[in-house]
């Protein structure tokens, strides 16, 4: 790990003087929050380690953290997501210095990147400190390289999240082609609500990876979920208590829309949202968690896992194009839908983050 | 559902008259969820249904319920377990009238009780209103039956947990043999404790199954587990923030002890403990949580999982005899294990509840 990164959390701890740290890192960053641990111990903090999933920065163990008397969060490689948490939350972004990997993936870039002249970039944000370097070589090679400036959960200019890419949706306009530096699933995402092509350049694989076709098929795949959907009866409305993907106000204004038009609508609240504990008690879901969830983790369900804009398009209040217009992930907690159809169909007054 | 059961949680909602209610119930019970659904949302009450597993009393969803604003909790299939809850909670219990499948299974009982005249008899809490007739039954054909009054986290005469058999275990100088009517899981689990025969007759099934060949099986590989973890060093030791499963004094205490030992020992929060997200990290786990994990969930861990008492047995702080003495399952959380190495090994002054 950068060793400043680390100054910085001990002189955070320093400042703030916690007795009990909450610890929390996704399984690709263990070695890092072990360092973190052992750095922490030596001041004399206890250190409670997180045990479960963590999907991103939404996925806040503030409960846990609560529950066991800590008087701080330590959350590894992600940025800010959720604003005014309960209990202080230091970010430990984990960004990588060493250019070598981009380095080495370059001349893969600049293929792909052929016949597209102006070209959005974007990377996750362990990537963050390598793109104005990046930005610089794709410049040298002729290219007119756009970084977007940050909105709505985004913190960092360039920065993309699984749910959010609007650094790099509101270049869409004005460029030829997105590049997106961190993985495919982050490049996959973009491609879903951009019409531009999508290019992934994954260090780890070290490969530079098309993805307009593959979101072309995800989205097909999406439209016959929401065929099928149309066709149920017992549907079960999923809202997560996870800090940034708790959307109670939406979820409660989609069970009564879907009540309202013959449906068996439940409100369901998980941490997790799992196949083994759901599908058997619904014909259909619907997830106002994670919006990613729908995308990767369908194959796992044997019923629909619908978006909100989804179920818009299922009852026929929107078109499917309207819906790819808007951006089918993007807009996320997709209050667009809720404000699209409020005059028509609201069942009472809520806002998607209410209780 | 036993309409006497719907009216005295109807009558406590009118007494209550909650605005918005958290229902909980085991996967084995969605339909008698169901009918309660209906049931509260004729009365004008919103339902939000849990959606994760229920494991028991112990795994009530108060978090859930405080989080959407929930003012009461209707919790299906259980007993209750945990006291004083933060938010009012009513015990659905669902206990069975029809003695039909009791009825059908008695030849099979008294066949496998041939040459035990005294029995001990308990059941899980659905078929605790037909105990007093099987008892009579039993009694009929020249046992004599005894059941034991309830104590630890047990509310009723007869009563057994996945935990919790002190019902039973109290008996164990009086009786040749116990039965528990139920599953072959709650049977397994006295069996594990208890030193006489243990049959559990399986409605479901309609079999009655001995269990103490079973439990000596069972036993041999928890040993093999013991010696497995004596040879790791990177140990996480599990708390869980289920309400009723939150012994953090005791892992605590127990990371400590591990430390002092030479173990490079973390204290892991997790809600579920879930083999995909630990066995990776830890070379071996200790388990502060559900004691039955270490016994049904063994096998999906690649990593030997430890209950408090069996870290002693592999410390050489007691033997493998003693820890059976006691009942390596029973008596949780093992307050036991902290009481009899306070003077030795104690880190610092804890008790298994405090935070």
Redesign the interface.
Known sequence: MPSDELERLLAWVRERSPRRV?LQAP?GL?KVAREA?RALGEMGV????????CWGGCDL?L??AA???CDAIVHVGHAEFVRSPSIPVFYLEHRYQNYEPVASLLPEMLKALEGYRRVGLGATVQYLDLLGRLAEDLRRAGHVVMIGRPSNHLRYSGQVLGCDYSTMTSLDGEVDAHLVFGSVFHGLGLALISRKEVFAADPHSQKVVPLRETAEKVLRKRYAQILAFRSCRRV?V??S?KPGQ?Y?GLARWLVGLLRGRGFDA?????????AE??E??YEALVNTACPRLSVEDQDRFRVPVLLPGEVMVALGLTSWEELLRRGFLSSYPQSWVMESWTSSALPESTSPSE?
Do not use: K, N, Q
């Not at 439940?266 to 799992?274: G, Q, Y």
């Open positions: 909450l399984p263990t641990a206890e250190v409670v380690v997180s045990g479960g999933m163990a409960r846990e529950e066991l008397g079960g999923v809202v208590v708790r109670f439940e409100l369901v609240v998980v941490d997790e949202v799992r504990d759901l058997g008690r209780v």
